[in-house]
T-cell receptor, first 113, second 115 residues
Framework: QKEVEQDPGPLSVPEGAIVSLNCTYS??????FMWYRQYSRKGPELLMY????GNKEDGRFTAQVDKSSKYISLFIRDSQPSDSATYLC?????????????FGQGTTLQVKP | DADVTQTPRNRITKTGKRIMLECSQT?????MYWYRQDPGLGLQLIYY???????NKGEISDGYSVSRQAQAKFSLSLESAIPNQTALYFC??????????????FGPGTRLTVL
């Protein structure tokens, strides 16, 4: 079993829809939870990070972590065609430890105009 | 901007050939990583280096080797390429002092095809 599981999709939604992307993880030692966004033919870039259970908002994006159920979510409100990309969840123990990140498989999202 | 660069961007080679992928960074970061990305498998860590003298194996190091020539340069070699090493390869860097969550900065990737 992989340490981080993510449904690879693909996911296709109309413009303006609310998108929900999800991951589960198995190791309770993980302390940091991130979402990376990867556009076609580009490297991943950090979109959001959090380290506690609950919600963190940044514009149209909300990252949610439930440590009790080991569940990570990313919500995108009012989705735009420019949000079309692959979204990868990632988790790790932090820089003070090895700093290694464990990535999910990535979910490919297409937002249709 | 081109803080993390990878060469070549695309490479087609034949089974048994030796291949080197190069990564350079101008971010001044000590930590560097090599990942491969396959459809449906996400990013898998091949090797990572915390400084020039510290190199560590990742999840899938078999068939690969690395060299950290300088703080800014980290190369990945396939000694004898095989078709199942066909993948997208990414180099990444991080600065442990900049963030507790170890944000990693990725290069644009190298698409490698082994025939």
């Amino acid at each position: 079993q992989k340490e981080v599981e993510q449904d690879p999709g693909p996911l296709s939604v109309p413009e303006g829809a609310i998108v929900s992307l999800n991951c589960t993880y198995s190791n309770s030692a993980f302390q940091y939870f991130m979402w990376y966004r990867q556009y076609s033919r580009k490297g991943p870039e950090l979109l959001m990070y959090t380290y506690s259970s609950g919600n963190k908002e940044d514009g149209r994006f909300t990252a949610q972590v439930d440590k009790s159920s080991k569940y990570i979510s990313l919500f995108i409100r009012d989705s735009q065609p420019s949000d079309s990309a692959t979204y990868l969840c990632a988790t790790g123990r932090g820089s003070s430890n090895t700093g290694k990140l464990i990535f999910g498989q990535g979910t490919t999202l297409q937002v249709k105009p | 901007d081109a803080d993390v660069t990878q060469t070549p961007r695309n490479r087609i080679t034949k089974t048994g050939k030796r291949i080197m992928l190069e990564c350079s960074q101008t971010k001044g970061h000590d930590r560097m990583y090599w990942y491969r990305q396959d459809p449906g498998l996400g990013l898998q860590l091949i090797y990572y280096s915390f400084d020039v003298k510290d190199i560590n194996k990742g999840e899938i190091s078999d068939g690969y080797s690395v060299s950290r020539q300088a703080q800014a340069k980290f190369s990945l070699s396939l000694e004898s390429a095989i078709p199942n090493q066909t993948a997208l390869y990414f180099c990444a860097t991080s600065d442990p002092g900049a963030s507790s969550y170890n944000e990693q900065f990725f290069g644009p990737g190298t698409r490698l095809t082994v025939l």
